[in-house]
């Protein structure tokens, strides 16, 4: 996103705020990517976070689960954050969520 309030450089160490204040600000506008809007083959992907969608009283309460993630592509700015379903991101990223899922546990 571009920043227009404060220098990047005064933003230093501050990326984790910054990635929640854009999902929370995602999800109140959210349009879910489909598997067709991703190059799978040269897009980088980075998993940014993990939330729950819609109504979770439904049946599949795991179809509500979604990933933020930030698409890098060769030659093009970064649109920002964009959410993409669980089923989705597991199937083509196993490695990727399950590195991603480690890292936020925390160990008493």
């Known amino acids: 996103s571009t920043n227009t309030w ?7 160490g501050s990326q984790d705020a910054v990635d929640e204040f854009e999902t929370r ?4 506008d959210h349009d879910i990517m489909n598997e067709d809007d991703i190059n799978w083959g040269s897009d980088k992907i980075l ?7 819609g109504d979770e009283s439904e049946e599949d309460p795991a179809a509500h689960i979604h990933y933020v993630i930030k698409i890098e592509r060769k030659g093009q700015d970064s649109k920002g954050l964009e959410l993409i379903a669980s089923k989705i991101i597991t199937r083509r ?10 890292s936020k546990i925390k160990w008493a």
């Open 6 to 12: 404060e220098p990047l450089e005064n933003l230093v």
């Open 25 to 28: 600000f995602l999800l109140k």
């Open 47 to 53: 998993i940014r976070d993990v939330v729950s969608v």
């Open 93 to 102: 990223m196993p490695q990727e969520v399950i590195a991603f899922l480690q």
